[in-house]
């Protein structure tokens, strides 16, 4: 296969960064153009709400790379200027600055844009983290405010929970799952996590959701939950999730569903790839579609993307890898946690906030968690590759017992 004589990349965030990298490694000359929503050189998403919210770091030391590495990628580098329409037959982008960039290949790495609750956006003091202006003006806020409510009780909004309780801050989680992170998770685990927040001091409200936000004179003072109840605070994040970036593709010819519709190879349409949080395809080992959204997600599939680009033909099979951290805590997941999946310690002790959890359905190893473990955790990620039996995993493990989710 002879390589393209021009590559686009439509989003400059990690997984677009990756593509554009793996592409040079692997000896591709040809024309690379990076094309950027944002002002900002790319720069990496997870600190935002830790400790770029905590202050612990600087905004700048987010970088990706410096400039000096960048340039040397011999890449056109377009910031500040959001892509707005797809011609996939054409395979041209045009820009909200009038710019029409065509090339032979479009990797769209246009990652995801947070869920807003109703009228949010006309109050001062309601926020959603997403980009590095997001993680300032929420820190601005929680250094000048006193009670919290986080809106959202999975990965974001804990994290976000945890750093602003850290900062001195009154804390409130609001959301509909028992436990905090119970979709990522289970029961089980999530439990602990509940009482890790819970010895903290941040407030529970969980299986209850919010309908809407209170405010006075423009500025929020408070969320109103289903039953009619009002939550106090001045200052307000709303975490409920996020879509898929591709509004602007309606148009594009492309097949859209929950993110944009690849085959096993990431491809979306010939000449056309998407990696990162928008990326749906069809993972082979596991017979059915699939999106992630996480940051080795991202960098795996960009990898993979380039060598297909370049002529590998290689299916995209990962095991998911994802990963937290809350207070002191470290938390790592290898694998799938299915929602009714049998769970078992087999390292450790939670009471310790130190152990391994193999989870199983059908008698197989699907998945993997680490609480503060992350060795060994990796040690048993091999069983979820090797598709080991569950029952001969946990067999003779002097731990608690298995229970279901």
């Known amino acids: 296969m002879t390589a393209p004589a021009s590559v686009l ?5 990690v997984g677009g960064l990756t593509v554009a990298e793996a592409l040079r490694r692997e000896g591709y000359a040809g024309k690379l153009t990076l094309l950027g929503a944002e002002q900002h050189l790319p720069y990496d998403r997870p600190p935002l ?10 905004p700048e030391r987010t970088q990706l790379r410096t400039p000096a590495a960048l340039d040397q990628l011999s890449a056109e580098l377009i910031l500040g200027d959001p892509a707005t329409f797809l011609d996939a037959a054409a395979r041209e982008v045009q820009t909200a600055q009038g710019r029409h960039l065509h090339a032979e290949v479009i990797v769209l790495a246009v990652g995801v844009q947070p869920r807003h609750l109703p009228a949010q956006e006309s109050l001062a003091g309601v926020h959603v983290l997403r980009t ?7 820190r601005t806020d929680l250094l000048a405010g006193s009670q919290l409510v986080v809106v959202g009780e999975g990965v974001l909004g804990t ?28 029961l089980q685990a999530g439990g602990y996590l509940a009482s890790l927040h819970t010895q903290q001091g941040v407030q529970l409200r969980l299986g209850c959701t919010a309908q809407g936000l209170v405010g006075a004179s423009g500025r ?3 969320v109103r939950l289903a039953g009619g109840e009002v939550l106090p605070a001045d200052v307000v994040v709303v975490a409920i999730g996020a879509r898929p970036a591709t509004g602007w593709l309606a148009e594009s010819g492309l097949q859209l569903g929950d993110g944009i519709v690849c085959d096993s190879r990431c491809r979306a349409s010939d000449g056309i790839y998407a990696v990162g949080d928008a990326a749906w395809w069809y993972h082979e080992g596991l017979g059915t579609g699939l999106r992630l959204e996480n940051r080795t997600n991202a960098v795996e599939q960009g990898m993979l993307v380039a060598g297909n680009i370049l002529g590998k033909d290689r299916p995209y099979t990962p095991v998911p890898f994802f990963w937290t951290d809350q207070f002191e805590d470290k938390i790592q997941v290898h694998g799938f946690l299915p929602a009714h999946a049998e769970v078992a310690i087999v390292e450790g002790d939670p009471a310790q906030r130190k152990f391994v959890a193999v989870y199983g359905s059908h008698d197989k190893v699907t998945g993997v968690l680490g609480w503060n473990m992350m060795k060994e955790a990796r040690q048993y990620r091999q069983r979820v590759v090797d598709g080991a039996t569950f029952s001969s995993t946990v067999a003779g493990v002097n731990a608690p017992p298995s229970v279901a989710q």
């Open 9 to 13: 990349i439509v989003g400059a965030s």
């Open 132 to 138: 590095l202006e997001d993680s300032i003006a929420l």
């Open 49 to 58: 709400s830790k400790k770029v919210l905590a202050g612990a770091v600087p």
């Open 159 to 186: 994290e976000i929970a945890a750093t602003a309780r850290s900062m001195g801050l009154a804390v409130t989680v609001v959301g509909p799952q028992a436990v905090p992170l119970q979709s990522q998770l289970g």
């Open 220 to 222: 929020v003072c408070g």
